[in-house]
C-alpha cells in the first residue's frame, strides 16, 4: 500500500469513527486525568489508538460495558487481534480505565446514582 492510500484509509477510520460516536466523543481529559492521575497526554495518546484500531472489526465497545477486570483479561487478546506494540497496549488499557473511573465518578457524585 502506498503513503497516501494509507493516509486516505486512516483518515477515512477517523471521520467514520467521529460520525459513529457523535457529539458525546468531546472527551473531558481533565476531569479524566484527575481521577485516575493518569497525564492528560498519555489519555490522549490511548484514545487516538482506541478510535483508530478498535473498531476494525466490531463496533466500539465502550469503556463502561465492561468490568475493569475483564477489560484487563480481553485487552492483550485484541491488542494482538490489532498488531499493537505492547507500549500501545499500555496506554489503550490506560485511556480506557480512566474512561471507565471518569464515568463511575460521575455517577457516584450523583444523588440519584444514574449516569450522565
Ligand atoms: C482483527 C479483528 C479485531 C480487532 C482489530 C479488535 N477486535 Fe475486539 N473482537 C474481535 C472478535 C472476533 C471478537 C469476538 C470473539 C472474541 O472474544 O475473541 C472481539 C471481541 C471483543 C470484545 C468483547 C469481549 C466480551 O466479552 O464482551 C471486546 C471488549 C473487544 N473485542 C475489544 C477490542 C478492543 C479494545 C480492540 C482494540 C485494541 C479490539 N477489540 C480490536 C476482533 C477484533
Redesign the pocket.
Known amino acids: 500500500m502506498r503513503a497516501h492510500q494509507i493516509l486516505v484509509l486512516s483518515v477515512a477510520v477517523l471521520i467514520s469513527a467521529c460520525v459513529s460516536l457523535g457529539p458525546r466523543s468531546v472527551v473531558p481529559y481533565g476531569d479524566m486525568s484527575k481521577i485516575s492521575g493518569v497525564p492528560v497526554e498519555r489519555l490522549q495518546r490511548g484514545h487516538g489508538?482506541?478510535l483508530t484500531?478498535?473498531g476494525?472489526?466490531?463496533e466500539l465497545?465502550k469503556p463502561e460495558?465492561?468490568k475493569v477486570a475483564?477489560?484487563r483479561l480481553?485487552?492483550p487478546?485484541?491488542?494482538w487481534?490489532?498488531g499493537?506494540a505492547h507500549a500501545d497496549e499500555a496506554l489503550?488499557l490506560e485511556y480506557?480505565l480512566a474512561a471507565k473511573s471518569l464515568d463511575e465518578g460521575k455517577k457516584k457524585a450523583l444523588p440519584n446514582g444514574r449516569a450522565l
Open positions: 489508538i482506541y484500531q478498535c476494525q472489526c466490531h465497545v460495558d465492561l475483564d477489560w480481553v485487552m487478546g485484541m491488542c487481534n490489532a499493537l489503550l480506557v
